[in-house]
């Protein structure tokens, strides 16, 4: 169980969370299928699967499939719109946040408007939720080949359209390209905090039929096989701005997500691992505070981005 004597409670850009636990969007749904695998109001916080204004298909099958160290896919951002998720999880999700688990609503799209009309429903149609996350940054919806935020003038051109839409803390999801300067574009235009990475692109090629082994020919790697660069590119967005981070890519165990507090990140998100780990969460939130423990601090903010060079 939790250490005692540690104070675990961290502030991700006004998301005031009990521990600095955090689930990916994408892979932990809206929450509910795990509550048979541990009480998810134990987490700090839980970053619902993206939503658009109106609802997704997402991409055909195959969607996913394993690579070494971790897993690709091409879901698309399936999703059944912003209504049609708080229809299904809207009562569930309520529940959590009056149990101590903070709910963060991400909005998906493939356009400024777009963005600028899921955030006006999240707005709103969930008045229980504690943040809204903005994710700009998913290859399986780039259009052209271009990412939405893969530029800081892309990144802060949408981020300037949704800021003044939202009232509640604002957090936005940045790709794994040219980090700091669209870390630096993101906080200029209101960002309270900011997300990364999301996926790394790559390929897999069934070398028997020479297709690829997804419907698309690339989709998004994650897993522990991206989790050393998600550290650097952790640390080097820490250096760039003084907005707080939430940390993710190939966390799996409470060692993974203390190597990103320690490179900068206020919180941790855990993704993948929820795929063959359903409790893995929970038990990092243990050994989080165990490690605080041991490393003689009595609040785990003393930790964050207590590396030495």
Known sequence: MAEKNVSMAVDLGGVCMQNPVNTASGTFAFGSVFEDFFDV??????????????????????????????MMNTVGLANPGVAGMVEQYGEYLAG???RGCRVIVQAAGHSVDE??????????????????????????????????????ESA??????????????LLVKMAPVRVPEIARACEA?????????????????????????LSKPTGGVSGPAIHAIAVRMVWEAAQAVKIPINGMGG???????????????????????NFYD????????????????????????????AFEC
Request: net charge negative; glycine share 10%.
């Open 278 to 305: 359903p409790a893995c969460a929970a038990d990092i939130v243990d050994g989080l505070s165990a490690w605080a423990a041991e490393q003689g601090v009595t609040d785990i903010n003393e930790l964050i981005g």
């Open 41 to 70: 109001s134990r987490l700090g916080a839980i970053t619902l699967k993206g939503c658009s204004a109106e609802p997704w298909p997402g991409n055909p099958a195959p969607r996913m499939c394993e690579v070494p160290s971790g």
């Open 96 to 98: 959590l946040e009056g």
């Open 251 to 273: 966390i799996a165990t409470w060692r993974d997500a203390a190597e990103m507090i320690l490179a900068g990140a206020t919180s941790v998100t855990v993704g993948t691992a």
């Open 156 to 169: 802060a051109e949408v981020v300037r359209a949704v800021r003044p839409r939202v009232r509640r803390p």
């Open 189 to 213: 235009e209101g960002a309270d905090a900011l997300s990364l990475i999301n996926t790394i692109n790559g390929m897999s090629i069934d070398v028997r039929t020479r297709r690829s082994r």
């Open 115 to 152: 963005y600028v009309a899921a955030v006006e429903l999240i707005e709103e149609l969930c008045p229980w939720a504690s943040g809204v996350e903005m994710n700009i940054s998913c290859p399986n919806i780039a259009r052209g080949g271009v990412l939405v935020g893969g530029t800081p």
